[in-house]
Nanobody, 124 residues
Framework: QLQLVESGGGLVQPGGSLRLSCAAS????????IGWFRQAPGKEREGVSC????????YYADSVKGRFTISRDNAKNTVYLQMNSLKPEETAVYYC?????????????????WGQGTQVTVSS
């Protein structure tokens, strides 16, 4: 059974950091592109970052550039999202998703498998 499981969410103060993990089971990430998305209450889902597992190319939404870093650990079959300088408006459920090698967060329909999400709350 193909499954993605996110973890690492929680409550953090503004300006703080969190590292989210996206662990895959039932398949290897070597042949997939992985994206991170987020959805705040009452708002549309928003693409945050993606990585091409084949060549390691990374992409970021303008709103997170310079603060978020996506990375992978092939040995652990896991993708990470390091989030620094978090803002209250970034409170949301964060999801990871797997799609074709060159799937893009700007084309979310390219992602076939989604995790259940992890809550990130940025508040003092």
């Amino acid at each position: 059974q193909l499954q993605l499981v996110e973890s690492g969410g929680g409550l953090v103060q503004p300006g703080g950091s969190l590292r989210l993990s996206c662990a895959a089971s039932g398949f290897t990430l070597d042949y997939y592109g992985i994206g991170w998305f987020r959805q705040a209450p009452g708002k549309e889902r928003e693409g945050v970052s993606c990585i091409s597992i084949s060549d390691g190319s990374t992409y970021y939404a303008d709103s997170v550039k310079g603060r978020f870093t996506i990375s992978r650990d092939n040995a652990k079959n896991t993708v990470y999202l390091q989030m620094n300088s978090l803002k209250p408006e970034e409170t949301a459920v964060y999801y990871c998703a797997a799609g074709g090698l060159y799937s893009s967060i700007w084309r979310p329909y390219e992602y076939d498998y989604w995790g259940q999400g992890t809550q990130v709350t940025v508040s003092s």
